[in-house]
């Protein structure tokens, strides 16, 4: 057998997903409440019922936070607590990963909502279009049994839904808790479950970002 001159496995396209657990803290309230500030403020729509979008049935305020917060207190808490090292640990083991995004690759947040989950709401499976990253945070997760208000990842290999591939999961769940952060590429197609708290509601965070490369 002859054998080559060099010889190398690579991993191309690889799923990453950045998990941290922030834990319970008064910014998790502070964040509630700004959202329900925003409910009960009449000038604000809600976004569920005068658009078709993925979901289902929740309060999703008609506001781009990052412009409409940009001076409250609670949201830059927010952005310099959770989501300015998150999605910059994401960025740098994506790199360790793949070399991607190369160093000295900035990034900015074209888009930001939040929804609010009452009892049966959920999302959809959907992706989000031409951006790098999605970041959410769950400020409030309401204790319930599993697969309730779970985040669901589905495998974006169709080989994966093949009955020979048993071993290559179809999908992977996360099961947020007060405090949870997740950051992953913006093409990987993903839904939430619904909760039935009758009396509860789950509160999720969501930024769409965009790496800037450097030149």
Known sequence: MRQPHS???ETLFPV?????????SDLNQGLFDLVKNLQAD???????????????GGYQPDVVLHEHCRDDA?????LTEIAEPSVGAYMAAHQQVSGW?????????TASWAVLYPASAYQAPHLHRDISCVLTYYARVPVRPRPEGAITFI????????PAKKNWPYDKHYFPMDGTCLVFPGWLQHFAHPHFAADEERLMFSLDIVFEPPG
């Open 101 to 109: 995004p190369v160093t000295g690759t900035r990034w900015r947040i």
């Open 7 to 9: 010889e190398v496995t």
């Open 74 to 78: 609670v949201w830059t808490r927010f």
């Open 42 to 56: 009449r000038s604000v729509a809600n976004r569920v019922s005068v658009d078709s979008i993925t979901t289902v």
């Open 16 to 24: 990453v997903v950045h998990h941290r657990e922030y834990g319970s």
């Open 155 to 162: 495998n974006p290999h169709v080989e994966s839904t093949f």
